[in-house]
């Protein structure tokens, strides 16, 4: 099992990215996707999650109308485009596989990729 995640970068406040994560080795439409990101000296918390095929996400409230979440099953691609940010969403994020029940819970969660590490400057 992998996941690639990458996209992450430095931009200015206000900027936007948007981060991919590549799914192998499981059989990624079987599978809810979700974004994590861990700041220095913090826990790794949820960001955004998408169920198996797309038709449903779910936000945290510091991202809601910002960050949008998204999968392509045919590429076993999930995608965070990620708008308006903030000083504060600087993190290293984590794409992980996961099958629920609850979304936002690390304990969700089966498989993890290695991280991209997004910084944003004032």
């Known amino acids: 099992v992998q996941l690639q995640a990458s996209g992450g970068g430095s931009v200015l406040a206000g900027g936007s990215l948007i981060l991919s994560c590549a799914a192998s080795g499981f059989i990624f439409e079987n599978w809810g996707m979700g974004w994590f990101r861990q700041a220095p000296g913090k826990e790794r918390e949820f960001v955004a999650a998408v169920n198996w095929n797309g038709d449903y996400t779910q936000y945290d409230d510091s991202v809601k109308g910002r960050f949008v979440i998204s999968r392509d099953n045919a590429k076993k691609m999930v995608y965070l485009q990620m708008n308006s940010l903030t000083p504060e969403d600087t993190a290293v994020y984590y794409c992980?596989?996961?099958?629920?029940?609850?979304?936002?819970?690390?304990?969700?969660?089966?498989?993890w990729g290695q991280g991209t590490q997004v910084t944003v400057s004032s």
């Open positions: 992980a596989a996961g099958q629920g029940p609850k979304y936002s819970s690390i304990r969700s969660y089966g498989f």
